[in-house]
């Protein structure tokens, strides 16, 4: 099995960590990775800012850098929605459409590739601190994604899985939004950290770079105890990857 | 009303820093969702209810000009009479010219969001007749000259200690915060009301177009006072409130209430047919029904945002929005607030009045997946986020940054260029300084940008395994 990589903007510039670890993981896993150069952003920032027409061309390179893969793979639910539910929404040039139906059946977050399409089933690692999960809001609402990054996180062996209140409720990141609105932004992520702290977990695992961002930022501004880890890198730690 | 959303920044700053507000808009809308989600779960056909609901709605408004037609000629079948209102204007006038021609120097209503949106009382209120709010929550916030803060609970944003002091202050009462005793002076305060006022004004939750009646759900007994005691009632309805017939009803009737306010089923159902029967002397003699249009036709010639009108105003959105679970209502600077609210005020007011209501939203999708109608919210918000910017509302150096930015993300080479700026800025920054975000220059940080990227990181990792 071979799966083209998505490397969304956050992951290429400030966490490419993560990055290196879901190439890591899918590897271990058995699957081939196809890097796909000269790859840039899906344009989410500006569609969810009302930036339509300005970000067509940037879907239809998208699509025409990613036609005929297997798979496509994003440690990112919310660049993987983008592509899967979103770029229905933009004027595509007609002569892409067929392009992007197929290429939105072939596109996954990374938790739910792993789950449901490579059907990995334990990876066999082991990683003993306990740990409690955030919901990503496009990973759970947008895609469905609710039960794979559990069962990826619970698999692992000696990991001490609790789960925190809440724990869909959003982070107040939303991209533009936590600029646009800042301090109403931050005042959501510190209910959200609140409840990470209450869960009396050492990290909390996300599969989004932006909410981990947002989540990380305020805990360490704080000097609150729990780390935060996207699974990729939780994965490749308890693998020693 | 002198509160706009072109001010919302300003709103959401200042709803921030009021702590009491914020602790009570919290902890009433958490519970009310939890005492939804019993509700919704203890119904194994929750999810059939919802899907045939949507299916009447969607008929109803697909066919929405033969449903008003049909509803009004058996308005008139009824001795009902109907009037036809383009803007908040005209239903304002109709409203009037009822009570100047009844005679009423006072008029009581009961809770009627589409009468806030039409600024009824204001009017009313300049022209003689005064308007007595009889909802207790209405009353409330009328008697501190506020508009509700939520759709379905006007004083959410109120602790009991806060009414106490409007009412021993407005009432002239002594203080108390216990709310049997709270109840009971509104209770007297509003019986004298009914019993003299000449004229009732309500809204409609339902129209029924197949009998030409209006329902109106409530559990407070004051609508049922409102629409029977005084000589005439006037209902105000916004045109998309109708279903077909009574047998559409109760699958309305069972999601309602759970979603308004976590109840299986609402204390009072008012549904009103007629006039007063002749020569009874019971109820009133004229009933009058005002269509209010005030853009739901030009929202209705849209094929997306047409959606927004199913909404039944059940606040649900509220309750689960985390938006609105720190900022209360009032921060929307309109009549409608919350999720709903920010997609119903840019189509009720237009883009230029309305341009900051849509990104007042981390397009969670939390409104959506409680939405009895499952209304898509976010989806409309990002339409209409693309509608501000299409009418060039939205900010010049905004525009300008976006258009950029864009550029260079459809160029490797430039994008690469571009975005190698901010990593190699940072490194000038003294310390472990983070980037000077926008909005993160406070309580948190932004990440730090890394030095080399994912590509050539991952190039080296290659080289590395070869």
């Keep these: 099995m071979k799966a083209a990589i998505f490397i969304p903007c956050l992951t290429e510039h400030m966490y490419p960590d993560s990055g290196l670890s879901m190439v890591k993981v899918l590897r271990h896993a058995g699957i081939e990775i196809d890097y796909v150069h000269g790859q840039t952003c899906c344009g989410q920032p500006a569609f969810n800012a009302g930036y339509r027409d300005e970000i067509v061309p940037i879907a239809e390179r998208f699509i025409k850098l990613f036609r005929g893969k297997d798979y496509v793979v994003a440690p990112s639910g919310s660049c993987t929605a983008m592509v899967r539910v979103f770029y229905r929404e933009l004027d595509i040039a007609p002569a892409l459409r067929d392009d992007l139906d197929d290429l939105c059946g072939r596109i996954f977050e990374f938790c739910e590739f792993m789950v449901d399409v490579a059907k990995v089933d334990s990876l066999g690692g082991r990683f003993p601190h306990k740990v409690t999960y955030h919901d990503s809001c496009h990973l759970a609402r947008e895609l469905g994604v609710r039960a794979q990054p559990r069962k990826l996180i619970s698999d692992i062996e000696d990991i001490d899985f609790v789960e925190m209140k809440d724990s869909d409720a959003c982070c107040g990141f939303g991209g533009m939004f936590s600029a646009k609105f800042g301090q109403l932004s931050t005042e959501m992520v510190a209910r959200k950290c609140e409840n990470i702290v209450d869960s009396g977990a050492e990290y909390v695992i996300g599969a989004d770079a932006g909410c981990l961002m947002n989540i990380g930022g305020y805990l360490r501004k704080n000097n609150l105890a729990p780390g935060t880890m996207h699974i990729t890198d939780l994965l490749a730690k308890s693998l020693d990857l | ?466």
């Design chain 2, 1 to 466: 009303m002198d509160k706009t959303p072109k001010k919302i920044k300003k709103y959401v700053r200042q709803a921030l820093a009021d702590m009491a507000v914020r602790t009570a808009v919290a902890n009433a809308a958490e519970t009310s969702v939890t005492s939804r989600d019993k509700i919704a779960e203890g119904i194994p056909y929750w999810e059939l209810v919802r899907q045939k609901v949507r299916s009447i709605k969607k008929d109803v408004l697909e066919h929405l000009d033969e449903y008003l037609i049909e509803f009004e000629s058996n308005c008139q079948a009824n001795g009902i009479e109907v009037h036809w209102a383009r803007d908040g204007a005209a239903a304002r006038e109709i409203v009037g010219k009822i009570a100047r021609d009844c005679g009423a120097s006072m008029v009581v209503k009961s809770k009627s969001l589409t009468t806030e949106e039409i600024g009824l009382n204001d009017y009313l209120s300049e022209n003689g007749v005064e308007p007595i709010e009889t909802d207790l929550g209405e009353c409330i916030v009328q008697l501190l000259g506020q508009i509700p803060s939520h759709l379905v609970a006007p004083a959410l944003h109120l602790s009991r200690q806060d009414i106490g002091r409007v009412f021993e202050d407005k009432l002239g009462v002594e203080y108390t915060e216990d709310p049997a005793e709270l109840t009971e002076i509104a209770r007297v305060h509003l019986r004298r009301k009914f019993l003299s006022a000449r004229m009732g004004i309500s809204g409609a939750n339902f129209g029924i177009a197949s009998s030409g009646c209006i329902c109106v759900v409530e559990n407070e007994c004051n609508a049922r006072l409102s629409v029977s005691l005084p000589k005439v009632h006037v209902a105000v309805m916004g045109i998309e409130k109708l279903i077909p017939d009574m047998a559409a009803l109760p699958y309305f009737l069972k999601l309602l209430p759970a979603s308004a306010t976590g109840q299986k089923a609402s204390s009072y159902v008012n549904i009103i047919g007629s006039s007063g029967r002749a020569g009874s002397g019971e109820g009133p003699s004229e009933v009058h029904v005002v269509l209010l249009d005030n853009g739901r036709s030009r929202i209705l010639g849209d094929a997306q945002l047409r959606e927004t009108l199913m909404c039944m105003r059940c606040g649900a959105c509220l309750n689960v929005c985390p938006v609105y679970r720190q900022i209360g209502g009032h921060a929307y600077g309109w009549v409608y607030m919350g999720p709903i609210g920010s997609a119903l005020i840019p189509q009720y007011l237009g883009e230029d009045e309305g341009r900051y209501a849509p990104s007042l939203s981390s397009l969670c999708c939390a409104c959506r997946e409680i939405c009895p109608m499952e209304i898509n919210i976010p989806r409309h918000l990002l339409k209409l986020r693309n509608n501000v910017v299409r009418a060039k509302k939205s900010g010049f150096f905004e525009r300008m940054a976006m258009k950029l930015w864009a550029f260079a993300a459809a160029r490797p080479l430039v994008y690469r260029f571009v975005t190698w700026f901010p990593g190699k800025f940072q490194m000038l920054l003294p310390g472990k300084r983070a980037f000077p975000a926008p909005g993160y220059m406070g309580r948190r940080a932004i990440g730090r940008f890394d030095s080399k990227g994912f590509a050539k990181r991952f190039r080296r990792m290659e080289r590395k395994n070869d």
